[in-house]
């Protein structure tokens, strides 16, 4: 049997595939950052506490009101997204006009805040949520096993990916968010809403986080730290993909995903500072970041 | 402030002629101000089995003692560690040089534990771990001013370790947290399996704190052991034990060995996944009558939620250093220490005890197996008894003691 670099390649498919699962999560969350970005101007720093809350609330849809996965898959998203809704009426759109830095210190305080309050009510070391009972088990593929659920959790961030970029890219909602990012005082003569388009948005950024913070919540504890740990790697894709490109979010983030991967069969003690590292070079050499277009 | 000291030492002697008149006395003296500092995670992985609760247990011992009425007026102040010995240290110099704190309590994640002992004995203060786990702190970084309370990692190696080898785990594959501690629970792991003729078949660092842990989990499938040694603890457990799950690997009859599982790890993963682990701890809150009244007091005061066995420790060595003050009459740290180590501990959480030369409590460990959900009667009721390990059973003996102070 050959060998890849010291390692068989059935283990080096495993990986692989792993990093792609890990890579959903990077994706769906990037995704949502740079829709809020391309259209906001904000650096979202709520997105982890979103991520957070969309975990929570499927928890509590369940030990609470007895709902299970799937209805919360879509009810969570929705949940958190008015809390989006409300975020941005009451605090983020009096600082459009501000610099950058404005809207970074607003939306980290406000992350600060709400894991705070999660782990003063819920406690630190995490709540359990079981697997719903269709997706438990796995299949053989030979080279690893893979269990359902992870399956399916690529298959459902390729799906939202994809129908977000879909919905931007080749509608004509996605047509008036772009011309609203583009101009808005132009888009607004042309009769069309902007501050309402701007605020669901946000409260669809927010959503996706909490989307992918239901997919996590089966097999990653739900504690409220799970957004912080996640959040710097995140914006780290962010960065490399280039700030607001929807396309750039996605290829990094499941990229970056299958990168970290390797590092974790390689070299594991550096996989928590891969992504950085690629980070650093992509700054020095295309500060745009891979997708993004220089202003 | 010399002078001072040897008046308040002579009238202790004449006082000590009858021992109502010495109480008399030292109710009658000026309170001696004791600071104590409890240094923990308060935000972090283990902030649920450290954090406040270490805190409440460490008033809960002042109370206990009734601190106030022997003349003592225990002050507890606390501070969030975050995990980083950067942080930790800082902390522990401020409040040391600045905050006339006399003591450092709890302390857990044993890379910044083994920092505050070394700043407590270049500062000749006092600390009292309950929460780190490295072995190291009673061996070679030993310190005349650390007392060890709880666990470490030789004793957890030698509980779930020695029963996972017994039971005919001979070969291991470790997921080591890449700090001190994970280090120092894989080394000393190691060491017992070895002993016990079985093999290490190897070892992956994981970041810490980590999220995924399935990649790493696969190594440990492929290496065919059939012990997976998790030299974690907190969230990393959790979340590896989870994945395990998930991944087949429990069902594909490889073992897990959770080296370090609090109780409120087994909270947080529910008894549907955490069924079956074994473990050990020093302390449960359903382990005798006294256990059970403690925790009763202890668990409203943390929204329901039923002490760790650090808390416990926590509460235990405070209680103990109180002692020693109430009577030495000194806030002296060698004083205290010689009494502390020279006195028989006793406490309704760990019963009687010792303290050896070295800074370790010595007290019996349990193994501990988890109920099947069918098995529990209800919130928190998780644990069933194995088998108990006598003190010398459980630590390591003094004789294989790499500490300074025990080969002086």
Redesign the interface.
């Known amino acids: 049997m050959f060998e890849l670099l010291g390692i068989p390649p059935q283990?080096l498919f495993?990986?692989l595939l792993?990093?792609l699962?890990?890579g959903s999560f990077y994706a769906i969350l990037s995704l949502g950052l740079a829709v809020i970005f391309g259209l906001l101007n904000i650096i979202n720093f709520t997105h982890g506490a979103q991520y957070m809350m969309g975990a929570f609330i499927s928890w509590m849809l369940l030990n609470w009101l007895g709902i299970g996965y799937w209805p919360s898959l879509l009810l969570a998203p929705v949940v958190a997204g008015i809390s989006g809704v409300i975020i941005e009426r009451l605090f983020l759109q009096r600082l459009y006009h501000l610099d950058h830095l404005y809207g970074l210190l607003l939306t980290f305080g406000l992350a600060l805040i709400i894991q705070?309050l999660f782990?003063n009510?819920f406690?630190?070391?995490?709540?359990?949520y079981?697997?719903p009972a269709e997706l438990r088990?796995?299949q053989n593929l030979g080279f690893?096993?893979l269990?359902n659920?992870?399956a399916w959790v690529v298959v459902a961030s390729l799906v939202v990916c994809l129908a977000t970029w879909f919905v931007i890219e080749k509608t004509r909602l996605g047509a008036y968010l772009r011309a609203a990012t583009e101009n808005p005082t132009l888009t607004q003569a042309f009769g069309i809403n902007v501050p309402l388009l701007i605020t669901l948005t946000y409260g669809f950024g927010v959503g996706l986080a909490a989307f992918a913070g239901v997919l996590a919540a089966p097999?990653?504890?739900v504690?409220p730290?799970?957004g912080a740990?996640?959040i710097i790697v995140v914006f780290a894709v962010v960065v490399i993909g280039g700030m607001g490109s929807i396309l750039g979010a996605i290829v990094t983030g499941f990229g970056l995903g299958i990168i970290e991967?390797l590092t974790?069969?390689f070299y594991?003690?550096a996989?928590?500072?891969v992504i950085f590292i690629i980070m650093a070079i992509v700054l020095l050499v295309k500060p745009a970041g891979l997708f993004g277009r220089t202003a | 402030m010399t002078t001072f000291r040897m008046n308040r030492r002579s009238v202790l002697a004449g006082a000590a002629a009858t021992a109502f008149s010495a109480r008399s006395m030292a109710q009658a003296q000026q309170p001696i101000t004791i600071r104590i500092g409890v240094l923990n995670d308060r935000s972090g992985l283990y902030a649920d089995l450290t954090g406040e609760g270490s805190a409440i247990a460490a008033r809960m011992a002042a109370e206990d003692f009734g601190a106030a009425a022997k003349g003592l007026n225990v002050q507890i102040v606390s501070a969030d560690h975050q995990n980083k010995p950067d942080v930790g240290a800082n902390i522990a110099r401020q409040w040391y040089d600045n905050d006339a704190v006399d003591v450092i309590a709890d302390v857990p994640t044993s890379s910044v534990a083994l920092a505050v002992n070394q700043i407590t004995r270049e500062k000749n203060k006092i600390f009292l771990n309950s929460g780190a786990a490295t072995s190291d702190l009673t061996g070679s970084q030993c310190s005349p001013n650390t007392v060890h309370w709880t666990y470490d990692t030789y004793m957890l190696s030698q509980g779930t370790g020695g029963a996972m080898v017994k039971a005919g785990g001979d070969t291991w594959f470790f997921l080591t947290a890449d700090y001190a501690f994970g280090h120092a629970l894989e080394r000393d792991t190691t060491a017992v399996v070895q002993r016990q003729g079985g093999r290490v078949l190897g070892a992956v660092r994981t970041p810490f704190p980590g999220t995924d842990f399935s990649s790493f989990l696969l190594q440990a499938q492929a290496s065919r052991a059939k012990v997976i040694g998790l030299a974690n603890a907190g969230g990393d457990t959790v979340n590896s034990i989870k994945q395990a799950a998930e991944f087949g690997i429990t069902a594909g009859g490889q073992k897990l060995a959770g080296l370090l599982v609090f109780v409120n790890d087994v909270h947080a993963l529910g008894l549907q996944t955490a069924q079956g682990l074994v473990l050990t701890e020093t302390f449960y809150w359903d382990l005798n009558d006294s256990t059970r009244a403690w925790s009763r007091r202890f668990a409203p005061q943390r929204a329901g939620n039923m002490p760790s066995m650090v808390q416990a420790g926590v509460y235990g060595s405070v209680l103990h250093y109180l002692k020693a003050v109430a009577a030495t009459r000194s806030k002296d740290a060698a004083q205290a220490m010689t009494w502390m180590k020279g006195n028989e501990t006793d406490d309704p959480l760990f019963g009687k005890g010792t303290i050896r030369a070295d800074g370790r409590k010595m007290h019996p460990a349990y193994l501990f197996e988890v109920k099947k959900p069918s098995e529990s009667k209800g919130p928190w009721d998780y644990y069933k008894l194995l088998a108990t390990l006598p003190a010398e059973e459980a630590f390591r003996p003094l004789s294989a003691n790499a500490c300074p102070l025990v080969r002086a």
């Open positions: 283990a495993g990986q792993l990093g699962i890990n705070g782990r009510y406690g630190s070391s995490g709540l359990p079981q697997i088990g796995g690893m096993f269990p659920y992870r097999i990653y504890s504690n730290n799970m740990d996640l991967g974790k069969v594991p003690e996989s928590a500072t």
